[in-house]
Structures are given as structure tokens and as C-alpha cells.
């Protein structure tokens, strides 16, 4: 399974920017997706998550500019983010948590390689 994020760059403070991912490969079905980022010296940490019957969760650092959503048709997973600040500059990562076939019951989670944002202030 392969993970693939774009929209990652430079936005000045109080902008938006839209990121994107896509999952392709050997996927009988997604789960559960959701982006993570990480930032200079400091540990990965959970932005936001989408579960496959729509439910979401936020970090409270993100809640009320930050918003999921998911295509499952696409297997694609989006993150609108509004009103950026400084402190969101990271890297984002997509991940997934995926079931690779029918005959195959494990649920892997896959990660993409992870697109830059950086909010200018």
C-alpha cells in the first residue's frame, strides 16, 4: 500500500492550505485515515482522524480551523486547514489503516512519505 500526500508549502500566517492523500495499491478496504505532523525537535503528534463511518477527531490545538474529510470511492483523505499559524509549521503525514485483501484479516497501518508546511508569520 502506498500513501501518497500533496498541497504541502508556504502559506504566510492566517491563510489556508488544502492537503491531500492518496492510498493505492494491494487495499481490500480502508478503515480509518487521518494526518499527523511533525515539527523540528519535537515528537509526531495526531492532527486529525476520520474513521470509515465518518467520525472525526481533532487535536484541541486544531479545533475550529483544521477539517478532515475523507472520499472512500477515492481512497483519498483531505485536511483543509484555515487561519494557519506559525506553530503548524511541520511536516504533515497521511497514514492509513488498511486490510489488504479478503482472504487476509490484518489491519496494517501505512504511512506517506510526509509534505511540509510552512506558515510564515
Known amino acids: 500500500v502506498q500513501l501518497v500526500e500533496s498541497g504541502g508549502g508556504l502559506v504566510q500566517a492566517g491563510g489556508s492550505r488544502r492537503l491531500s492523500c492518496v492510498a493505492s495499491g494491494s487495499i481490500f478496504s480502508i478503515y480509518d485515515m487521518g494526518w499527523y505532523r511533525q515539527a523540528p525537535g519535537k515528537q509526531r503528534e495526531l492532527v486529525a482522524w476520520i474513521v470509515s463511518g465518518g467520525g472525526t477527531t481533532y487535536a484541541d490545538s486544531v479545533k475550529g480551523r483544521f477539517t478532515i474529510s475523507r472520499d472512500n470511492a477515492k481512497n483519498t483523505v483531505g485536511l483543509q486547514m484555515n487561519s494557519l499559524k506559525p506553530e503548524d509549521t511541520a511536516v504533515y503525514y497521511c497514514?492509513?489503516?488498511?486490510?489488504?485483501?479478503?482472504?487476509?484479516?490484518?489491519?496494517?497501518?501505512?504511512w506517506g512519505p510526509g509534505t511540509q508546511v510552512t506558515v510564515s508569520s
Open positions: 497514514a492509513a489503516d488498511v486490510r489488504r485483501s479478503s482472504s487476509d484479516y490484518a489491519v496494517i497501518r501505512s
